[in-house]
């Protein structure tokens, strides 16, 4: 599985965003989704993770309301809406592919990774 992670900018505190994580390869397994950050010298962290049918997911404290993780699977496509941006959510976001059909927040069963897109929010 190859993943493509895009969406990301400069944007000022308040504004949004859409990440958008686009899979090829060997897509025909069922997989849940997760969307991790990382900044410089900080290990990577769990943001937000989506089911294979979408219909659970689950999302860090420091994020809920504001992110919305939503997939299409028709696409092959999994999305990071992004509402409200705080200078804190500035990080190189990456999307992965889960090892599991359900939701996880435990890194090690994500076995596919994108290559990681900036997000920088301006206060």
């Known amino acids: 599985v190859q993943l493509q992670a895009s969406g990301g900018g400069l944007v000022q505190a308040g504004g949004s965003l859409r990440l958008s994580c686009g899979a090829s390869?060997?897509?025909?397994?069922?997989?849940?989704m997760g969307w991790f950050r990382q900044t410089p010298g900080k290990e990577r962290e769990f943001v937000a993770s989506i089911s294979w049918s979408g219909g659970r997911v689950y999302y860090i404290d420091s994020v809920k309301g504001r992110f919305t993780i939503f997939r299409d699977n028709a696409k092959n496509t999994v999305y990071l809406q992004m509402n409200s941006l705080k200078p804190e959510d500035t990080a190189v976001y990456y999307c992965a592919a889960s090892t599991l059909v359900g939701v996880t927040t435990h890194i090690r069963e994500y076995d596919y990774w994108g290559q990681g897109t900036q997000v920088t929010v301006s206060s």
């Open positions: 390869g060997s897509t025909d397994s069922s997989r849940a």
